[in-house]
């Protein structure tokens, strides 16, 4: 990879990452207003416009940083398979995909839920906790990423160990 293309694909990598974290920190904002707030349009404001942050924002977001971060990987001397940081952060973007995926349906009822009627507190509680704590996590998880690309815990692989560009 030359050292403009790999600038390009580090740039499109970080964007998204960064990007994503900001969905996600949005999502849970609205999980936490939807929940707390007293004020039943807000609550249903905030669950109605939920699906679509999710769709057309968070899941392409997450797919970007995902493929970026292979594309970067395999053109630089990191490698995908080289680094246990490296395979952490693919196992932490490789879990969350399907993780959100899995998320949407509960963001599908509680939004339905909405667009009928006013949700009052115990109306969906659970599911509505739950994508307060869904979001907390994959924060976690993108914050632990993020941490594993700053400070790049030293340790090959067994595949890096025999590798012969060390």
Same mark, same amino acid.
């Given at each position: ?16 990452? &960064? ?24 609550? +249903? ?12 924002? #968070? ?22 398979? +080289? ?8 196992? #932490?973007?490789?879990?969350? #995909? ?33 994508? &307060? ?20 815990? +030293? ?12």
């Amino acid at each position: 990879m030359t050292p403009a293309l790999r600038k390009l694909v580090l740039l499109a990598h970080i964007t998204a990452s &960064v990007a994503w974290s900001g969905a996600v920190a949005a999502f849970l904002a609205l999980a936490i207003t939807g929940l707390n707030s007293a004020n039943a349009q807000i609550v +249903r404001s905030s669950y109605l416009v939920m699906p679509p942050i999710t769709w057309y924002i #968070i899941i392409p977001l997450a797919f970007a940083s995902l493929s970026s971060g292979v594309v970067l990987s395999l053109g630089t001397k990191w490698g995908l398979f +080289r680094y246990y940081w490296v395979l952490a952060k693919l196992l #932490i973007n490789s879990l969350s #995909i399907p993780i959100l995926l899995l998320h949407t349906q509960v963001i599908r009822a509680v939004a339905g839920a909405a667009a009928k009627a006013a949700l009052s507190p115990a109306d969906l509680h659970d599911q509505r906790v739950q994508l &307060v704590t869904i979001s907390i996590a994959a924060l976690l998880a993108l914050l632990a990423a993020v941490f594993l690309s700053v400070y790049k815990p +030293r340790g090959l692989t067994p595949y890096g160990q025999r590798s012969p560009l060390k």
